[in-house]
């Protein structure tokens, strides 16, 4: 049963530090979104690429969030620095070439900003 | 701009009765709209999704209409089951990705 996985599931920090989180895809899928849930704001996208190129980032705060994807199996989300507001779960999801619709989603590293 | 409004925010609901969550969409060039549950302190799990070319589709308890004109689409669950409160999301696909509503917490009380 394939699965897109996160790590770390659960991250505390302090304000100002750095934190990145991990994404593993299911195999084979060619598209990856990141995704923030908070009680106020529901799920929030932040970033998508498809075949490891960023088509949309507009939803993520430029001057302190960035995503990459430095290979197909690894997607990275990066805040520097951290804010308390940026506490939050950051949900990664994937989705198959080929035209398909369906995406499925990773556990989620649950963030607290202190 | 690009929205999905679902209502109601909150539901509660005996077991064994019905539950019906609505959303309406922007973009009428959508044609994808899944409905996801959400347990707490868990990922969302698709549940069921429909296509723009049809106007609805069932799985035992659950069926989703959707109605392309008024550009609304509903989820509803039979006989509710303590094991279906959760919290649940409908989405709308925009060029490429999907386009979230702000969920609803629905409660099945024994």
């Known amino acids: 049963d394939a699965r897109v996985t996160q790590t770390p599931r659960h991250k505390v920090t302090e304000m100002g530090q750095e934190v990145t989180m991990r994404c593993q895809p299911i195999?084979?899928?060619?598209?990856v979104f990141w995704y923030r849930q908070t009680m106020m704001q529901g799920l929030e996208l932040l970033a998508y690429?498809?075949?490891?190129?960023?088509?949309?980032d507009s939803g993520m705060p430029k001057d302190r969030f960035s995503a990459e994807m430095p290979d197909a199996t690894l997607a990275t989300l990066k805040i520097q620095p951290s804010e308390p507001r940026d506490s939050a779960v950051y949900f990664c999801?994937?989705?198959?070439?080929?035209?398909?619709?369906?995406?499925?989603f990773g556990p989620g590293t649950r963030l607290t900003v202190l | 701009g690009e929205n999905v409004e679902q209502h109601p925010s909150t539901l509660s609901v005996q077991e064994g009765d019905s539950a019906v969550i609505k959303c309406t969409y922007s973009?009428?060039?959508?044609?994808?709209f899944p409905w996801y549950k959400q347990e707490l302190g868990k990922r969302p799990q698709l549940i069921i999704d429909?296509?723009?070319?049809?106007g609805e589709k069932k799985d035992q308890r659950i069926a989703v209409t959707l109605n392309k004109t008024a550009k609304h689409f509903s989820l509803h669950i039979t006989e509710t089951q303590p094991e279906d409160s959760a919290v649940y999301f409908c989405?709308?696909?925009?060029?490429?990705?999907?386009?979230f509503g702000q969920g609803t917490e629905l409660s099945v009380k024994p």
């Open positions: 999801a994937s989705r198959a070439s080929g035209g398909a619709d369906t995406q499925y």
């Open positions: 195999l084979g899928h060619n598209t």
């Open positions: 690429f498809r075949n490891r190129a960023p088509l949309d």
């Open positions: 973009d009428s060039a959508s044609n994808y």
């Open positions: 429909i296509r723009s070319n049809v």
């Open positions: 989405a709308a696909s925009m060029r490429g990705k999907l386009i």
